[in-house]
């Protein structure tokens, strides 16, 4: 639980649900560089080459993100 795959400009799975004080962690499998960035907060991953990731935890609540690099990559996580 908590592991996205970010495949072919898309995330995988677009909507993730983790309990609160886990990690969301982003697996960049992409030949392509990615970043996460979370709409509405000035929280960003670094920049992920392939093969790389990056962990985030989150409060209570629902959250949107895109990719920094390619905004038409949406994603969301929802932290019961």
């Excluded at 970043?35 to 962990?55: E, F, M, N, Y």
Aim: hydrophobic share 40%; proline share 8%; with cysteine.
């Amino acid at each position: 639980p908590g592991v996205v795959t970010i495949a072919d400009f898309v995330f995988g799975p677009e909507t993730v649900e983790v309990r609160a004080g886990q990690k969301v962690t982003w697996v960049n499998t992409d030949d392509s560089p990615h970043q996460i960035a979370i709409a509405g907060k000035d929280l960003r991953t670094p920049v992920l080459l392939k093969g790389q990731s990056a962990s985030l935890s989150f409060d209570p609540g629902a959250y949107e993100y895109i990719c920094g690099l390619h905004p038409n990559m949406k994603g969301r996580i929802e932290v019961k």
